[in-house]
Nanobody, 123 residues
């Protein structure tokens, strides 16, 4: 059974930091790229960041460049999203996904998703 389990969300003030984790299990994901997306109420699920397990390939949405960092720990089958300098507009449910595609920023290319973790940034 394939599972992606996110954790680490919560409530933080503007300018604060959070680190999200995504633990992958149930199959070999070495050939997959792992991504983070977010969805605010009434909006579409938008790309945030993605990484290969080697770390050789990473990508970020313009809105988070310089503030968010994606990384992976192969030994733990876990992907992280370090979020710094958080803003109220970062408030959303954050989802971890896995894709075999090179189109890292398209949610339609992702085969697996986690259940999501809520991030709320207060002003």
């Amino acid at each position: 059974q394939v599972q992606l389990v996110e954790s680490g969300g919560g409530l933080v003030q503007t300018g604060g930091s959070l680190r999200l984790s995504c633990a992958a299990s149930g199959r070999t994901f070495s050939s997959y790229t792992m991504g983070w997306f977010r969805q605010a109420p009434g909006k579409e699920r938008d790309f945030v960041a993605a990484t290969s397990w080697s770390g050789n390939t990473t990508a970020y949405a313009d809105s988070v460049k310089g503030r968010f960092t994606i990384s992976s720990d192969n030994a733990k089958n876990t992907v992280y999203l370090q979020m710094d300098s958080l803003k109220p507009e970062d408030t959303a449910v954050y989802y971890c996904g896995a894709t075999p595609s090179r189109w890292l920023d398209s949610r339609y290319e992702y085969d697996y998703w986690g259940q999501g973790t809520q991030v709320t940034v207060s002003s």
